[in-house]
């Protein structure tokens, strides 16, 4: 079925970033997964290109655009290409929009050329050793003192946080006995700042790209002038962007899973089987027909949930059901192109192992399914 959301400058845009891909992505990505994280340098050279800014203001260098279309076409010809660069992703499409919603003058002019020309890399810190989605339950603490607040805590799983220079670390800074919710709020650490401490590179077993760290926050000394938004309305805060990350998650999930299905194409077209190509069979024939199908009805939702967004219309809940489906889609979408290779698509030298083990999280970062259903039920009334 033809889509319909994208113009002639989103195919010419998508044309640039493919060729980028192929060049600067493809031959170096079994580097970055053993060195655990994508080089630094790779923030400047998609900045080059425009894309590290396309939502930030003309006045600080971005492109202003305010649509997340150019940037869906970014993260979709990533995945087509068989990668995942979750820090990366991460960066532009789960933390500067936080940014863009809450920083004030002084803080868009500190921050935002650095944004927009690949200086600055950023990370966000929710979840803590002993809180994943029960984010009201965060022990991390900031207590005013001066011009300062004193943060001290852990936190963990926290994409990007290696290479991060700037990290918005979500912080309890009151307590109101009536609502758990109340007195979180979000504060910007910069790299360098005594009492910041990152741990180790945390080994996945997917992701190998992305890197993942465990931050600590010892006494750490966080001017006043960081605090990004409201003092202890962070839990609002952080509900306004989770359309958006949860969408791209989906996005993500969708291109990811077309790239199984066209390897698992080529591969059955090539390997001959009892002395014809496997493709000539009528059982794989019928496993690709119906992922091709499945992958269908996850293109349709995505893309009505992207004419949603940039309307200022997609629900939480709405969202929530985009990324439910098409991770579950992802998830046995890639499961049966793997079985479609056999034994090599068990060899991590063959792209669709990778993919294989990329999947796994999408069903349990930005929101378990489990959290997903209950955000749907909520929306029913149930």
Known sequence: MQRTIFTDDHHAFRDV???????????????????????????TKTAALGINGLQVPEQYGGGGIDSFLFNTVVYEEIGYAAASLGGFQVHLNTVLPYFLEYANEEQRDRWFPGFADGALVSAIAMTEPGIGSDLAGVTTTAVRDGDDYVLNGNKTFITGGINADLVIVVARTSKDPENRRNGLSLLVVESGMPGFTRGRNLHKIGMKSSDTAELTFDNVRVPAANLLGEEGAAFKMLAHNLPQERLSIAITAQATATAAVDLAIAYAKERMVFGKPLAGFQNTKFVLAECATELQAGQAL??????????????PADAAKVKLFCTEVQARVIDKCLQVHGGYGYMTEYPIARLYADARVTRIFGGTSEVMKSVISKSMGL
């Open 302 to 315: 995505i893309d009505q949930a992207l004419i949603a967004l940039d309307a200022g219309t997609l629900t």
């Open 17 to 43: 970033v493919r060729q980028f891909i192929a060049k600067e992505i493809v031959p170096n990505l079994p580097d970055w997964e053993a060195a655990g994280c994508i080089p630094r340098d790779f923030y």
